[in-house]
DNA sequence: CTGTATCCACCGGGATACTG
DNA sequence: CAGTATCCCGGTGGATACAG
């Protein structure tokens, strides 16, 4: 699985030591699965453009986010190690996110994927619109 | 997309033209809910590792995929543009897919993905024993 | 302000069986 | 081989109410 001459550099794996299809899957699984869901993209890149934000500016921010999945998508990511929460023992109370190294470097890997979103969005508008008229 | 000096590129949008964050909404639920799955990226993977392949091969190569998630998957990549599926009349019946231009794009933009995936994947278990050690 | 706690509807997704 | 058709369960995620 490595002979292949894949056209234009596509493909990351197939270089020797690297991850087998078994492997594949663990990675898909256990990583971008709990990483790479629509939340947690919208709020990295908030994040990534605003620096720090208290809870409620980011829910803003976010803009559709409901607050329940706001709180459950920070708290994942904290868990993760993709942000750092701060929390000032004031009343009323104050919390403080921002992006931990490891959240900024995610980021900017999801950053060809904004970029191809943005690029074929009409693209892919076009095809949904040719689909409805035919149903 | 080049204004902003934030930090290590990491930021795409923040540009004068650029998707505000009306829009940023707009693309997410959009597109990327619907490319941005699990199995879609697994699919993609493995067709843009090995051209052509036949339905059975697909589910074979991604490995843990239900035949009803492959079904539903390749149909819906296929209804967005991402891959060609084509028949052919025979007995038994022979069904081969293959990449789009813009499935293979779109494969390109993952493959950051895929790299942050594998270099941070130990030390996201690494994290995830200390919690469970925690519990 | 920053959450937690419920209730609940929806659908992602597996298992299984059947068809052309 | 390449699907379609069902059943069904658990998780996602919204709405709402309440709390420190």
Known sequence: ??????RRGVVFKSAE???SNAELDALVLDVLGRVADKWTMCVLEVLAQNGV????RVGELVGSISQRML???????EADGLVLRTVYPEV???VEYSLTEMGTS??????GVW??????EPELRALRLKRDARD
């Not at 970029?115 to 074929?120: G, N, Q, T």
Request: glycine share 6%; aromatic share 8%.
């Open 106 to 111: 995610l980021c900017a890997a999801f950053c």
């Open 53 to 56: 934000l208290r809870f409620t």
């Open 92 to 94: 009323p109370p104050r």
């Open 1 to 6: 699985m490595k002979g292949k001459p894949v």
């Open 71 to 77: 709180t459950k998508t920070l708290r994942d990511m």
């Open 17 to 19: 030591g690297h991850a």
């Open 115 to 120: 970029e191809w979103a943005e690029k074929h």
